[in-house]
C-alpha cells in the first residue's frame, strides 16, 4: 500500500531516572531542577543539562546533553561515541547519511543520538479516527481550508509547528503522523507518515483522494527530530548573517557581547520582535527576549539594553532572564552609544 513500510521496535532499557518519571507521570510536568531560561519554545535546565518543550500540557520533547550526568538508555549517556551506540543497538532504525543524527523506536519512546545530545520523543497511541471524519468535510466542500483548519486545532492543539501567511499553511503532527502543507514547499496536501493510528485499510481509502499524500516510509517523529538538529545546527549561522545585515557605524555605536552572539526576529514590515542570544562557548544558557525593539546596544557582556519607541528604555540581564525599566514616556528613544556609565539617547543622556 504505496510502499507502506512497517518499522520495528528496538529492546532497550530506560536507565535515566528523568525519564522514568516523566514514562510513569504519562509524560506530564515532573520536577527537573531549577529552570535557567527558555530559548525556542524549550525550558532549559542548564546545570542539569537537560531541555524540555511542552505542548498541550505533556512533555512532547526532552533533550539531554553532557551536562547531563547518568545514562539515558542501557548504559548509553549523552557525548558518548557514535560507533558506541550502533554497536550496542544494532543498525540505527533512523537514519540520513547528511545529518548526523540517527536514532530508534522503542515501545515507550523514540530515542535519537548526536554527538552532544541524547533526544526523546513519546510514542502516541491515539487513533486518529476523528481526524478522518473532520477530512471528509474538507473533501466533500462542506469545510474551506480557513474552517478546516480552525475545527482541526480547536480539536487537535498537540501541533509541533503552525506556519501561515494570506498564501500557505504548514501545520505538524508528528507524533501522530499528519501534516498539511498548502504552498508550503513542493508538497501540497494532507501529508499521512508511517507512524499514523489507524488501519491500513483506511488509510488507502484516503489515499486514493488526491488531497492525500503518502509518507508511509517516513516516520515524522525523525522528520521533527531533523528539523530540531537542523535548527540548533544553524544558530551561529543566523548570527553571522544577522550581523551582515547592520551597517559598520551602526555595529561600533551597538558594540558587543562576548559570551553572546544574537539574531533577531523581525515581522513582515522588518520591525523587531524577538532578540535571541546564543553562547558563543556553551557556557551559559541560550536566551530569548521576547518584545518589540526600536535600537539596542550592549553595556557589557551580560547587559542588552533597548528602547521602545514612546514607551521607554529596558534593560535585560542576561545572568538572569530579567528585564527592568530605566525610564518610560513618550519620547522616541533612539539609543546612540554609551560609555562611561552613561547612555546617550535622542538628544538626552542618563546614568546607567
Request: proline content about 1%; overall charge negative.
Amino acid at each position: 500500500m504505496k510502499n507502506y513500510v512497517e518499522i520495528e521496535n528496538t529492546d532497550f532499557e530506560v536507565t535515566s531516572e528523568v525519564l522514568q518519571e516523566c514514562i510513569r507521570n504519562d509524560w506530564n510536568s515532573v520536577n527537573l531542577g531549577q529552570r535557567d531560561s527558555i530559548f525556542d519554545e524549550y525550558y532549559i535546565y542548564f546545570d542539569e543539562g537537560i531541555k524540555t518543550r511542552t505542548i498541550n500540557n505533556k512533555i512532547y520533547n526532552i533533550v539531554f546533553d553532557k551536562k547531563y550526568t547518568g545514562n539515558v538508555i542501557n548504559s548509553l549517556f549523552p557525548g558518548v561515541e557514535l560507533e558506541t551506540v550502533k554497536s550496542d543497538l544494532g543498525k540505527p532504525t533512523f537514519e540520513d547519511e547528511n545529518l548526523e543524527v540517527f536514532g530508534y523506536k522503542g515501545k515507550d519512546i523514540y530515542v535519537f543520538f548526536s554527538s552532544s545530545e541524547i533526544s526523546v520523543y513519546r510514542v502516541l497511541d491515539e487513533s486518529t479516527d476523528e481526524f478522518f471524519n473532520l477530512a471528509d468535510k474538507f473533501i466533500n466542500e462542506e469545510l474551506d481550508l480557513l474552517e478546516f483548519m480552525n475545527e482541526l486545532t480547536y480539536m487537535w492543539k498537540d501541533y509541533d509547528k503552525y506556519e501561515y501567511s494570506s498564501t500557505s499553511v504548514f501545520i505538524s503532527y508528528p507524533l501522530k503522523g499528519i501534516e498539511i502543507k498548502i504552498n508550503y514547499d513542493d508538497t501540497n496536501g494532507i501529508l499521512v507518515y508511517n507512524n499514523i493510528k489507524s488501519s491500513l485499510s483506511k488509510v488507502q481509502r484516503y489515499l486514493e483522494n488526491t488531497n492525500f499524500v503518502a509518507r508511509l516510509q517516513i516516520d515524522s517523529v525523525y522528520e521533527a527530530e531533523k528539523r530540531r538538529f537542523k535548527n540548533n545546527q544553524s544558530l551561529n549561522e543566523k548570527c553571522m548573517e544577522y550581523r551582515q545585515t547592520i551597517e559598520d557605524e551602526n555595529l561600533k555605536n551597538i558594540g558587543e557581547s562576548f559570551r553572546y552572539d544574537i539574531y533577531a526576529d523581525k515581522d513582515t514590515n522588518g520591525n523587531i520582535y524577538s532578540m535571541k542570544f546564543i553562547s558563543k562557548d556553551g557556557n551559559n544558557p541560550n536566551r530569548e527576549l521576547n518584545d518589540s525593539i526600536d535600537s539596542y546596544l550592549w553595556i557589557d557582556n551580560d547587559t542588552f539594553v533597548y528602547s521602545k519607541k514612546e514607551k521607554g528604555i529596558y534593560i535585560y540581564n542576561l545572568n538572569d532572564g530579567t528585564v527592568r525599566r530605566l525610564i518610560e514616556g513618550t519620547e522616541e528613544y533612539k539609543l546612540k552609544s554609551f560609555k562611561n556609565r552613561i547612555l546617550n539617547y535622542d538628544d538626552k543622556q542618563i546614568l546607567v
